[in-house]
């Protein structure tokens, strides 16, 4: 797996089914002219902590700013279990409602 220099923020996640799974989906943002991107994983006894990477590409000579957001599959090392899924950059639980609900 390649890995850029940046640890990025997530913009989400897709809580598992159950929590014996050994593995969930998360949206990472990058540019629209990125060369590949993916995510770093680093798991504790307690956490599942989680940071964006992105590579630009080399030959792309311009490019507009836009941000795409792509799903990433995560495989973990051991089952998800009670552990909180963490954003890296930010230290908020991936799982939480990060926007309230418009009324």
């Known amino acids: 797996m390649g890995g850029g220099q940046d ?6 996640a897709d809580p598992p089914a159950s929590s014996d799974a050994e593995g969930l989906t998360v949206q990472v943002g990058h540019g629209d002219c990125d ?3 993916g995510v770093w994983v680093k798991e504790t006894e307690d956490l599942v902590i989680l940071g964006g990477w ?3 590409d080399p030959e792309a000579e311009v490019c507009n700013d836009m ?3 792509d799903p990433v599959e995560v495989e973990l090392d ?4 009670g552990r909180v899924v963490v954003d890296a950059v ?6 939480e409602e990060r926007f309230p609900p418009l009324d």
Request: glycine share 12%; net charge negative; hydrophobic share 50%.
């Open 7 to 12: 640890l990025l923020p997530l913009e989400g």
């Open 35 to 37: 060369a590949d991107f």
């Open 54 to 56: 992105s590579v630009p």
């Open 67 to 69: 941000l795409v957001i």
């Open 78 to 81: 051991a089952e998800l279990g």
């Open 90 to 95: 930010h230290g908020t639980d991936l799982f």
